[in-house]
């Protein structure tokens, strides 16, 4: 298990991407970029970070959720790796993301609001070697006839090579993305991305954050050395599963230590409710049992 070093870390990596975006200009700078436009201000949206569904149905947890002066909403997830099926991730997510917008009862449709999903990866989804794919909603039998339902998907693409059909600051940011060094954020001629390498160099040199990282690291590199010896006992599959699961026990464990609810550490996770409840009740035991 190979960590990478705090000061090696770039925007496309979790961790980083977490606590620059706590930040909502760097947010705004990420939207601007992301999509070539210009917002005069955002806030954050209410619940912007877990969207709930019915009780005992799936919820997502989103990087960040966020709504400009015009009412437009902006929900921006980082995706380092192709973990399968994108597209129809996007469909769940747009699915949660509209249905709170309207109160029960509401006759009419016209408060839904333009909403954006965009996903910055890592990777070429789609093999046309594009730094931007945009989807909306269109007529197959008349392709310039679109639906007009306001919501749109982008999909940016680290490794994309059509730099002669998109905007110069969208190559730069996208490289600042894969590399988020001073050097590379100094040669880019827009100001906001240059302001984003400033930021992400004043963060790698906040040693609080660092420990941070680090704490994350051990504890994950623990978690897997114990799945890998529990492994080796008896069989590598068997350490796998193990492994698996005493990382879902410590993380529910810590989230219960932060009064979270079983349902939201089930949003927060992406795991079924029973599954956390279940979790709930052997770590109570336990405490029991020590007792």
């Known amino acids: 298990m190979n960590s990478k070093p705090f000061a090696d870390l770039n925007l496309i990596d979790d961790f980083l991407f977490d606590v620059a975006t706590v930040d909502l200009e760097t947010c705004k700078d990420i939207i ?10 955002i806030r954050w949206k209410e619940g ?7 009780p005992g149905c799936r919820g997502i947890r989103l990087d960040f959720y966020v709504i400009d002066e015009t009412g437009h909403l902006y ?16 469909r769940f997510y747009k699915a949660l993301l509209d249905a709170p917008l309207l109160k029960s009862g509401e006759a009419g449709f016209d408060r839904l609001p333009t909403a954006c999903i965009i996903f910055i990866c890592g990777f070429d989804l789609f093999g046309y070697g594009k730094y931007r794919y945009t989807f909306d909603n269109r007529c197959r039998e008349v392709p310039e006839l679109t639906l007009e339902d ?26 600042f993305v894969r590399n988020s060094s001073q050097a590379i954020a100094a040669s880019c001629a827009d100001s906001r991305v240059r302001r984003l390498g400033g ?20 504890r994950d590199r623990q978690i897997y050395r114990d799945g890998y010896e529990d492994g080796e006992k008896a069989g590598e599959r068997n350490g796998e599963i193990k492994g698996e699961a005493k990382k879902l026990h410590s993380l529910v464990e810590k989230k219960l230590a932060k009064g979270k609810t079983a349902e939201e550490i089930a949003d927060a996770l992406e795991e079924e409710l029973p599954v956390i409840q279940k979790i709930i009740a052997e770590l109570k035991d336990g405490e029991a049992n020590e007792l």
Request: net charge negative.
């Open 75 to 90: 929900d921006v997830e980082m995706q380092a790796r192709n973990t399968g099926n994108i597209p129809k991730r996007t």
């Open 32 to 41: 601007e970029l992301s999509l070539n436009i210009r917002i005069r201000e």
């Open 199 to 218: 930021k992400i160099a004043r963060l790698k040199s906040r040693a609080e954050l660092e420990a941070e990282y680090m704490k994350m690291e051990d």
């Open 48 to 54: 912007q970070k877990v969207v709930h569904n019915v």
């Open 150 to 175: 306001g919501l749109y998907t982008v999909f940016l693409n680290t490794e994309g090579n059509n730099e002669d059909e998109v905007e110069p600051a969208l190559v730069e940011f996208l490289k």
